[in-house]
């Protein structure tokens, strides 16, 4: 393992480009000539625009909505600031909008229209659009109110993110873990965290570029035409953007979780000096509390180097130096780190939070008439929950802030665990999988069963789980049968979770939870 090693005792660190280049400089040729083309046209265009206009105009006709919309949005990131496109996009816009039946979100498209140089000579489509709206919003009666997960509980004194119910411990078995301080019933969010880093850059880009929430009424970032944000606030209170517009890292699957990282530590230090000697530090010490942290943004970017990294045997050094191209490619980063050797540190700074950041980052996905969506986000104290096959949590996402809540009943000093799986996998591949890229033998319930022959056959004919089965899809339509799958589920589970794992009492689980999660209007993928 090369990280963090250095070229002789006290020296500086030692160079991860040299120690690659001799075998592979073919491959170095080509990441560098393929980090040159992110930068080839990406600069605001009107052809482009227009002709994505017009694929956005196909799929409308095909009457796929949220495609379309999407093609929009990208025709709108590269018009250009006062052409006509710009009223275009918003006015195309609007009508996607109204077809989803999101009404306030097409009269506010319409506005942006007409504010934005929309042609007068159509200006009548336009009206007949707003008047078609309202008469549609004076139609609705029982649209389903959307409520937005709290917490359960008053918050942890000290992680708030967490309800006071949990804390969290430390064991040789299963390091940093999170653990029940009563008995929790089902239903309650137990944790909701802002992420410490999130990704973007594998979606389709329809989420804004702020608070990370996707379909609002995006405006384009001015300068760049990578990114949108949901309104002026998201656009002035990013911080990061504004250090990054342009940057060629936006356009780089998967690099702006780690590139983002770095640039949220440097900013928590006044000088190079002070990172290293803080990271340094930070990654030779066992111990948990931070005295010399000087501020919250300090105290966050410890907790997020104490994590643990990717196996040591996984060493995927190529894409690893393309970030660390990408990140030293910003201006405030170039001017930080302005000697070889402080370069050299980057490297490994860039190595590290990439194995961090790749094992603790949380993936959420969903599939929109074939647009992905995926956003991946890391919650530095969500990264103690351990994985379990039968997790007593689901997780999710709203916007940037990952949402924990109870699956099962909890008992006092219970452990509570996540799935980090995405499939349902055969139990071999399950536990190799687990095995390869988290190093850990798993032995929930599922994987090592206790159930007995006669115990499924008795949770088979129950009435609850025949209800459970039979009108498990009704979870998709009104409020009204959720809450009764809901509490035949609760009481299914609550009769039988004593046996632990068994196809029924996880068929259960995963239906309670859809259930729940649809009630806060979130998509989730069985
Ligand atoms: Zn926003
Ligand atoms: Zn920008
Ligand atoms: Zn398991």
Redesign the pocket.
Known sequence: MVLWKRESSGGSYIDLWALYEPRNFIDKANLISGLKMLEIGCGKNDITSTQLRHVGNEKFEEKLWHLAMEFYNRSLRLAIKGSENVGFAYANRSACFLKLKKYDQCLVDIELAKNSKYPPRLMSKLEKREAECRKQMKKLSDIEPIVRPVLSFPPNKNFPCMANVLEVQSNEEYGKHIVAKCDIEMGEIVMLEEGYVSDISSSDQIRCHTCKEPEKNFLP?L??T??MFCDHQCMESNEM?KMT??ASYYRLKGAQSVVESIVTAVTAFDTVDELMNFVERALCTRDFDSPECKSDAQINYRMFLKLLGLPKKTDPMLEILKVYQLVLSIPTIKRFFDSKDKEKFLMHLTFQHFLIIKRNGITVDYDLEGLYNPIEIMGNIFSFFNHSCLPNISHTEIGNELVALTILPVSKGEQLFINYMDKKQPTRERQLHLRNSFEFNCKCSKCVPRVEEGDFSKMQTDPDYQFIRMFYQTYRLEHKHRLILKEKSKKFLQKYIQFKWSEQIEYASVCFSNCMLKDFGLQFSI
């Open positions: 970032c300068n760049c990578d990114v953007h517009c342009g």
